[in-house]
C-alpha cells in the first residue's frame, strides 16, 4: 500500500490550495477514504471522510463548509480542495484509508 500526497505549499490567508492523494496497491475503489492533519504537539485531527462511491461525505467542524473531499475511482486518486485558508490551517495533511497513511504534504497559511 503506498498513498502520496501533494498539492500543499505556502497561501496567504484567505486562498486556496487542491491536495491529491496518489494510491497504489490496494483497490483504491473499496476503501472510505480519509484527510487529517496534524501540527506538532498535538494529535492527528480527523478533517473529512468519503464512502467508496462518494454518496457520503463527512466534515469535521473545523472545516465544514470551507473544505471539500472528493475522489476519483478511475484515477485512484483522493482530493481536497481547501478554501477560505486560515493560519490555524497550518499543518502537515495526510490521506489515510482507514489503515495506512502518506507522508503528508505541509500547507502552511500565513502573509
Known amino acids: 500500500v503506498l498513498l502520496v500526497e501533494s498539492g500543499g505549499g505556502l497561501v496567504q490567508p484567505g486562498g486556496s490550495l487542491r491536495l491529491s492523494c496518489a494510491a497504489f496497491g490496494f483497490p483504491f475503489s473499496r476503501y472510505v477514504m480519509n484527510w487529517y492533519r496534524q501540527v506538532p504537539v498535538k494529535e492527528r485531527e480527523f478533517l473529512a471522510l468519503?464512502?467508496?462511491?462518494?454518496?457520503?461525505?463527512t466534515y469535521a467542524n473545523s472545516v465544514n463548509g470551507r473544505f471539500t473531499i472528493s475522489r476519483d475511482n478511475s484515477n485512484n486518486t483522493l482530493y481536497l480542495q481547501m478554501n477560505g485558508l486560515q493560519p490555524e490551517d497550518t499543518a502537515v495533511y495526510y490521506c489515510n484509508n482507514g489503515g495506512s497513511w502518506g507522508q503528508g504534504t505541509q500547507v502552511t497559511v500565513s502573509s
Open positions: 468519503i464512502s467508496k462511491f462518494s454518496v457520503v461525505k
